[in-house]
């Protein structure tokens, strides 16, 4: 138990206090002024701006850029009833606005005010990652908490992110409570995706998609649809449930075919569905290749776009512009007049602003004239919190080829 009332205090370069009052919770090693008294990595200290006044409390760690996490703008004992009420409030977070959800994300690190903290509940198998030392250092508590909220048949970590480097943590993988055999058989909107969350991509399913799987679905009745970067079929299958006379997927992941097969037989939709293992760009490149004087046969009525981040930092940003319009020019080529293309990207460093251009730049290559039909967020088990910006990065958009 760490009482809060001798904490070492940081004290932060003047103008920085303002982003933490806003509620952003990183303090950038650059922006403290100095340690009053020496104190351990992961500790609990206080933070005051140069004035002495006090702005919160957070999980110090000299070796990250990221050097004091704010937890709380006031004076907290982080315990086990600390986590159970800020794991409760998350969860009441999902109960109003995913109330049918049996798998969702339960706290989303910085937009739960758990910097660090990420967990995933997948039906009656929790998923935990901890992404900063001061969380890493108090998993034990974490586990103890969630099995007394949730009694789950197994509590994991997926503990591979790049982050934990910055953080001098090692990578560390396995069951911390319980026993997992299977795959998970995870339910999205009543529909059952196999998740290998031992072993699998990210923490076993993009759970972010989950409300847009839904309304990409709404669009497709009677529909010729392409998934491309299906993945376990998420798009895909919610389409061919939802009346779309046939749907193609694609993915260059032989594993995640082989699962979105086994997930359409399982939801008794094999029929609708075909699939191929194939790079996305490759397909694109060999469906739009045409002789002079030649035009594309647009021949899909839906195409959906879901690919993996193109950029992991800003330095990227121009190389995945140039991917981001190369697929929707192709993409739009095999699109019929009147039909739909929706599209996401999950990239922090490219904006919805950006990410629109991009397509319409596209499309003017194309010679082609799109309405905007929707716009996409992340599913409301991953929140935003607009002043810590990092909180929002997946943006996507339906948009129809008038002409």
Request: proline residues 5%; glycine residues 6%; neutral net charge.
């Amino acid at each position: 138990m760490e009482s809060s009332t001798v904490l070492p205090t940081l004290l932060v370069r003047p103008g920085e206090a303002d982003r933490i009052v806003a509620g952003h919770p990183w303090i950038y090693a650059g922006s403290a002024l100095r340690l009053t008294q020496p104190a351990a990595d992961g500790a609990l200290v206080q933070v005051k701006d140069h004035r002495q006044r006090f702005l919160g409390v957070g999980f110090y760690n000299s070796k990250s850029k990221i050097i004091v996490r704010v937890l709380a703008p006031e004076r907290v004992t982080v315990d086990e009833s600390f986590f159970e009420q800020r794991i409760q409030a998350a969860l009441a977070v999902r109960r109003k606005f995913l109330p049918d959800a049996s798998s969702f994300r339960v706290v989303n690190a910085e937009s739960d005010f758990l910097s660090g903290l990420i967990i995933d509940k997948y039906e009656d198998v929790l998923v935990v990652q901890t992404s900063a030392l001061g969380m890493d250092q108090r998993k034990a508590m974490i586990v103890r908490v969630l099995e007394k909220m949730f009694s789950p048949r197994c509590i994991l970590e997926r503990n591979d992110s790049a982050f934990r480097k910055f953080e001098g943590l090692p990578d560390a993988n396995g069951i911390l409570a319980g026993s997992l055999a299977d795959p998970v058989p995870v339910k999205l909107n009543g529909l059952a995706f196999e998740t290998d969350i031992l072993g699998g991509h990210k923490t076993g399913l993009y759970l972010d998609q989950q409300v847009n799987y839904r309304l990409v679905a709404e669009l497709t009745k009677g529909a010729q649809v392409l998934d491309c970067f299906s993945f376990l079929g998420g798009f895909g299958l919610h389409a061919a449930r939802a009346g779309a006379a046939h749907v193609h997927l694609l993915d260059q992941s032989a594993d995640a075919v082989a699962a979105s097969t086994r997930n359409a037989a399982t939801n008794k939709l094999t029929e609708k569905c075909s699939f191929e293992t194939v790079n996305v760009f490759d397909w694109f490149k060999a469906q739009t290749a045409v002789n002079p004087h030649e035009k594309v046969i647009p021949r899909f009525d839906v195409i959906v776009l879901d690919p993996p981040s193109f950029t992991r930092s800003r330095a990227t940003v121009p190389d995945a512009m140039r991917g981001y319009k190369e697929i929707h020019l192709r993409a739009l080529k095999l699109l019929k007049t009147g039909g739909t293309l929706a599209t996401f990207c999950c990239s922090h460093h490219v904006d919805a602003v950006m990410f629109q251009s991009v397509i319409l730049d596209a499309a003017f290559d194309a010679r082609r004239i799109l309405r905007r039909v929707a716009a996409y967020s992340q599913s409301p088990d991953h929140p935003v919190i607009p002043s810590i910006p990092e909180t929002e990065y997946l943006k996507g958009f339906a948009f129809e080829v008038v002409r």
